[in-house]
């Protein structure tokens, strides 16, 4: 199992930044793939950035230029650099992790999300 806890949430004017953090704990041997997602009210939830175990990225067109996802393996952390935020940003937000198991099975988490907020 991996307990994902997301924090860094908040309410902001536009322009401004924020930098979201999810902490992964639990047992597992290795996680392979990282990403954050949002939904924002009325909305399905949508993939925001992903980074995988090489290095790569991906990010939603709408954010790219202005996020940047990055990760700490030793401290088992994925985060959200936010920048140049705008109001359709609002959402809440939620890390994703693709792990494996100790008993070498894959395992799909989600944090509890935390709520951006962006002000015009």
């Known amino acids: 199992q991996v307990q994902l806890v997301e924090s860094g949430g908040g309410l902001v004017q536009a322009g401004g930044s924020l930098r979201l953090s999810c902490a992964a704990s639990?047992?597992?041997?290795?996680?392979?793939?990282m990403g954050w997602y949002r939904q924002a009210p009325g909305k399905q939830r949508e993939l925001v950035a992903t980074?995988?175990?090489?290095?790569?990225?991906n990010y939603a067109d709408a954010v790219k230029g202005r996020f940047t996802i990055s990760r700490d393996n030793a401290k088992r952390m994925v985060y959200l650099q936010m920048n140049s935020l705008k109001p359709e940003d609002t959402a809440v937000y939620y890390c994703?992790?693709?792990?494996?198991?100790?008993?070498?099975?894959?395992?799909?988490?989600w944090g509890q999300g935390t709520q951006v907020t962006v002000s015009s």
């Open positions: 639990g047992s597992f041997l290795s996680i392979n793939h």
């Open positions: 994703n992790v693709h792990a494996v198991s100790r008993l070498y099975s894959p395992i799909s988490s």
């Open positions: 980074l995988d175990s090489g290095g790569s990225t």
